[in-house]
């Protein structure tokens, strides 16, 4: 076993003389701990937020979004398909349209998006788990249906047991109408609801999904669309599929994937997480300073152990060594006790669901989600920490010691 770390293990684990070093050496310990967990339990919970939160937009927003960059709409065209097709781990394809429009139910008008869906809308994304009341139904019987946001429904009082009373639906018409009507200047079209959906207010209080047919009819472009979406195969390959899609496409495409779409969400969902991690971090350097404590109170302590060790022929190299691990020995216990119960306690919360919100949440308890970057990160800086602290005393301290035993 090496020298110096031999001693600077007995020196932590035997009884001092002065009771006060053993005290102060495990409150190092036990903050260092207390804090290390502190950061794997708040950073796992904040992945875990983030990582609902990108399932939430699964619900409404493919893994990959094309639209064009010299034109609002886009026409069928098979070799775009066959263009798409062949970029290997695409899963599945949709065309939709998103436009503003008019709604109006009796008294009651409100300006909406419109997203029009085809079929394969319902493959790509869980939009019809989302869906509250009612059904995901958009055709049925030559008739059009809808479905609405929670805030979209409540704002215009719409009730999916109605299929008496239309919802209408108004779009300008495209290119120049001369009417002295000013009703000629909307496509209309009516539509019963079908169901409710629940999302997040961004989407609640905006969004109303009808039928692509629908949409083309009432914002007057048929066989035309404005958005492809797709879904990946293997989620890890997203940003392979991505370069490769935009390759093959050129530069006329504009293609994003979730995250990009929702760029500003997720990066102050990121931005949260670094923050914290720099308070935490900063709480861990404070306590950090019992560190310089003990390590003071040691080198004091065993004077005369330093002056046997140098009389023995040991120089100023390994008497720094010996307590420099001592240092390293209180920081990697401290942290490695943080990191074991960091770990234990999210475990518990993700199969006991020990903390829980209410039932109006989106989720039933507060969701973990332990990422391995974040454990090496964390064991990183808190022994650079305890590095950096465990250095002032053992350089000055030290060298007092061995310029008095040079006199």
């Known amino acids: 076993m090496n020298l110096s770390f031999f001693i600077a293990r007995r020196y932590l684990i035997s009884k001092k003389s002065n ?88 008294d009651r008008q409100a300006v909406v998006t419109i997203k029009g869906v085809d079929d394969a809308f319902r493959k790509l994304t869980h939009f019809d788990t989302v869906v509250v009341q009612g059904s995901y139904r958009f055709f049925y019987e030559n008739q059009y249906y809808g479905v609405f946001g929670r805030g979209v429904a409540n704002k215009m009082d719409i009730n999916i047991n109605d299929f008496v009373t239309p919802i209408s639906l108004y779009a300008p018409v495209r290119g120049k109408v001369e009417s002295i009507n000013p009703e000629d200047a909307f496509n209309k079209i009516s539509i019963s609801p079908s169901g409710i959906f629940s999302l997040n207010d961004d989407f609640d209080y905006k969004f109303v999904l009808i039928d692509l047919q629908a949409a083309q009819k009432l914002f007057d472009c048929p066989d035309a669309f404005s958005l492809v979406e797709l879904s990946v195969s293997n989620k890890n390959d997203l940003k392979t599929v991505q370069e490769k899609l935009q390759e093959v496409l050129g530069p006329e495409y504009l293609i994003k994937n979730r995250y990009q779409l929702n760029d500003v969400l997720f990066k102050t969902l990121e931005t949260e997480k670094l923050w914290t991690f720099l308070i935490l971090a ?126």
Request: with cysteine.
């Open 19 to 106: 009771n006060a070093i053993n005290v102060i050496s495990w409150i190092s310990i036990v903050a260092i701990a207390i804090t290390t967990a502190a950061l794997i339990i708040v950073l796992s919970a904040m992945n875990g937020l983030t990582s609902v939160v990108a399932d939430l937009y699964h619900a409404i927003e493919p893994d990959l979004k094309i639209s064009s960059v010299n034109s609002k709409y886009m026409t069928f065209d098979e070799k775009l398909l066959s263009k798409i097709n062949s970029v290997k781990g695409i899963d599945a394809v949709s065309f939709s349209i998103e436009e503003n429009a008019l709604i109006k139910l009796d």
């Open 282 to 407: 900063f709480i861990l350097v404070i306590a950090t300073f019992n560190i310089i404590g003990a390590l003071t109170m040691l080198i004091i302590e065993k004077k005369k152990d330093i002056k046997t060790l140098y009389n023995l022929g040991a120089d100023q190299t390994l008497i720094r060594t010996i307590f420099m691990k001592e240092g390293f020995l209180i920081t990697s216990v401290g942290a490695i006790c943080g990191l074991v119960i960091g770990l234990i306690v999210c475990l518990l919360q993700q199969k006991y669901h020990l903390v829980t919100f209410d039932d109006m949440s989106v989720i039933p308890y507060y969701p973990i989600k332990m990422q391995l970057n974040d454990f090496i990160w964390i064991l990183g800086v808190v022994m650079a920490i305890g590095f950096v602290a465990a250095v002032y005393p053992v350089r000055v301290f030290t060298r007092n010691d061995l310029v008095h035993l040079n006199e």
